[in-house]
């Protein structure tokens, strides 16, 4: 029985070019052409970098979809333009797996008609520990259920559930031959699983059909189909298909497993949002950004504005300080982006991250020993002083315009760009770590979150000002607590550069 999974690959191995040729494959060159890994110990984690050439006359963006939770590609997409090259960074964890051994990664491209083809990688994992003894939790074969005392009677119409996968793929055969039938007692009914073999493009294009027609966009393989739901990958399946099947009338349920705050990633990825929340809530007190802010607020008050006006002008300053340092961090973003697709500058960005975050760590405790000491003036991590005399001078400037919307979205642009000497030294680690993650639409996603964490504390100030709080009132609390905010700071970069080490 253990050699039907590894002979259903190899045969569907043999058969793919045959079904490739029946539509036309984009041109496209892989180098190496397989990835041929000889033999590895069981348990053996490796990784090899693979160069897709574009021969097409247009420019193509190329997916490679792993069909194995034992594979990982970074990054998972890119776009190419005619003649040149992409790198993928290719991992292929060996522990759920003995024997010869075959794994295709799926390759998709935008190209219009062009169908799906595979990138192969195969060579030989030696095993290094005892086969799982007969009967044990690893035992192929699933077990009839039969009512026993207490139990009720299985009615005869089954579930039916439509599960694409790849055959050799151990964590999927685990799932049909142990998490099926543990559904099928808990769930008290029969079900029945028509496998799909994703070797075969025929089966890919129809979950790929399947996918579309129901407003879906192929994110992670397996994948299972049950009535009209789709669910995509070995996480999100095991986690949700419980629930699903419930829905369709399959009796009484027990309590299900706490779900996962993001099936399928990292621990570090998982809580990438806290570090990315406090360092924005932070940032946004950080004193580089709050005395301009409190200057801000005193002009206004010169300039004869009333507390509406202050209302507006805060609104609008902030969304243009919110949309400046978004966009300003999608640029740097998208390079630091690029620029970790290269391995070795990966490896290079991540300990260099790790030594900066670990230097202002410490410069930010130094700076709350000056602050402890009455000697503020001397912080290092602030804004320099010429940089603060060209905010003054534009805050003085735009108070004063009557065009009230206008001059508040410039004067929120132009500060922005000032205070980024001071406040970068947040935003530009953090960048850092986001651009490290897995997912580019994570990594973006946080780096809005930030922002909108940053410009948070402008709204509650505005908001405090325009209840009848004095700039002040709001100046010597920021002063009572200054030093905490800059201990504050210390936490974060130190909370930045342990993520990014277990990253």
């Not at 594979?71 to 759920?96: C, E, K, L, M, W």
């Not at 990958?233 to 779900?259: C, M, N, W």
């Not at 994570?442 to 209840?467: E, K, R, T, W």
Request: glycine content about 8%; aromatic content about 8%.
């Amino acid at each position: 029985m253990a050699r039907r999974p590894l002979l259903g690959c190899l045969l569907a191995f043999a058969l793919s070019p045959t079904l490739l040729a029946a539509a036309p494959a984009p041109r496209l060159t892989f180098s190496p052409a397989e990835w041929k890994f000889g033999m590895i110990e069981q348990g053996t984690v490796i990784q090899r970098e693979v160069t897709v050439t574009n021969l097409e006359p247009a420019t193509v963006t190329v997916t490679l979809f792993p069909t194995c939770s034992c594979n990982r590609v970074i990054p998972g997409s890119q776009t190419i333009p005619s003649g040149s090259q992409a790198v993928f960074h290719v991992r292929y964890d060996s522990t759920d797996d003995h024997g010869i051994t075959t794994k295709g990664f799926l390759v998709l491209t935008d190209l219009p008609g062009a169908s799906a083809s595979y990138y192969w990688m195969r060579g030989t994992v030696r095993e290094v520990k005892p086969a799982p003894a007969a009967g044990g939790a690893g035992t192929r074969q699933s077990p009839e259920i039969s009512p026993g005392a207490g139990t009720p009677a299985v009615p005869s119409a089954p579930l039916l559930v439509t599960y694409y996968y790849t055959p050799g793929c151990r964590s999927c055969e685990e799932f049909l031959s142990v998490e099926i039938p543990r559904l099928e007692k808990s769930l008290g009914r029969r079900i029945e699983v028509s496998q799909r073999d994703l070797l075969d493009t025929a089966q890919y294009e129809e979950l790929s059909a399947f996918a579309s027609a129901h407003g879906q966009a192929l994110t992670a393989i397996p994948a299972l189909r049950v009535g009209d739901v789709l669910l995509q990958g070995d996480s999100v399946i095991r986690e949700k298909l419980r629930d699903v099947l419930a829905s369709l009338g399959a009796g009484p349920v027990s309590p299900a497993r706490e779900p996962s705050p993001l099936p399928g990633l990292p621990a570090a990825e998982r809580l990438a949002v806290l570090p990315v929340i406090a360092a924005g809530l932070i940032d946004g007190v950080n004193p580089c950004a709050f005395t301009t802010l409190i200057f801000l607020l005193a002009s206004l008050a010169l300039a004869g504005r009333g507390r509406r006006e202050v209302l507006v002008i805060g609104a609008l300053f902030s969304l243009a300080v919110f949309l400046s340092y978004f966009l300003i961090g999608l640029g740097l973003f998208t390079a630091l982006r690029a620029a970790t697709a290269v391995s070795l500058v990966s490896v290079i960005l991540r300990w260099v991250l790790v030594g900066v975050l670990c230097v202002f760590a410490g410069l930010s405790v130094y700076d709350y020993a000056l602050i402890r000491a009455g000697r503020a003036a001397e912080m290092i991590l602030q804004l320099p002083s010429s940089f603060k005399k060209r905010i003054h001078a534009s805050i003085r400037t735009h108070v004063r315009i009557a065009a009230l919307a206008g001059s508040s979205l410039v004067l929120g642009f132009l500060v922005s760009l000032f205070e980024f000497a001071c406040t970068g030294q947040v935003y530009l680690p953090l960048l850092g770590y986001l651009a490290r993650m897995h997912r580019r639409l994570d990594g973006i996603g946080l780096l809005a979150l930030y922002n909108l964490c940053f410009i948070l504390p402008l709204l509650v100030v505005f908001g405090a000002s325009y209840l009848g709080v004095s700039s002040g009132r709001i100046t010597t609390a920021f002063q009572a607590h200054m030093g905490k905010v800059k201990l504050g700071l210390a936490v974060v970069f130190v909370g930045l550069a342990v993520f990014t080490l277990v990253g």
